[in-house]
């Protein structure tokens, strides 16, 4: 609710766009870099496992080898495969939180921005 009433009501030209890619660098603020995130598993094991659309972000990976264990202990799927379960949701939850900091990030650079830009124009009048 506080994400909608600040995207929406209080601060509309501020509130970054999720569904666009960032404005600022994402270097910006990390003076020896950011670890990239990777994907391992290729376009074609992915349709091979015949993972869903839905499915296929940066925790692929664990959501895979949950399949597998799946597959190799079927009718007890939580006996055998719970800890591939848990790293597959503690990945997801990860980035999650990961792209809540990203936004929030996003969002702050913007207000900067803003800042800048208003104390620029006070002084460029006075």
Same mark, same amino acid.
């Given at each position: 609710?506080?994400?909608?009433?600040?995207? !929406?009501? &209080?601060?509309?030209? &501020?509130?970054?766009? $999720? %569904?666009?890619?960032? &404005? $600022?660098?994402? =270097? !910006?603020? +990390?003076?020896?870099? %950011?670890?990239?995130?990777?994907? *391992?598993?290729? %376009?074609?094991?992915?349709?091979?496992?015949? @993972?869903? =659309?839905?499915? %296929?972000? !940066? *925790? #692929?990976?664990?959501?895979?080898?949950?399949?597998?264990?799946?597959? /190799?202990? +079927?009718?007890?799927?939580?006996? !055998? *495969?719970?800890?591939?379960?848990?790293?597959?949701?503690?990945?997801?939850?990860?980035? &999650? @939180?990961?792209? #809540?900091?990203?936004?929030?990030?996003?969002?702050?650079?913007?207000?900067?921005? /803003?800042?800048?830009? /208003?104390?620029?124009?006070?002084?460029?009048?006075?």
């Amino acid at each position: 609710m506080g994400n909608m009433w600040y995207s !929406y009501v &209080t601060n509309p030209e &501020t509130a970054p766009d $999720f %569904r666009n890619p960032p &404005t $600022f660098d994402p =270097l !910006y603020g +990390f003076p020896e870099g %950011r670890e990239e995130r990777k994907i *391992c598993a290729t %376009r074609e094991e992915l349709d091979r496992a015949k @993972v869903p =659309l839905k499915k %296929r972000d !940066y *925790c #692929v990976d664990y959501y895979m080898k949950f399949l597998e264990c799946r597959q /190799k202990h +079927f009718p007890r799927v939580w006996s !055998y *495969c719970h800890h591939q379960i848990h790293e597959w949701e503690h990945c997801q939850i990860e980035d &999650t @939180v990961l792209r #809540v900091k990203e936004w929030e990030r996003e969002k702050r650079l913007k207000e900067r921005a /803003k800042r800048k830009e /208003k104390l620029e124009n006070m002084e460029e009048m006075a």
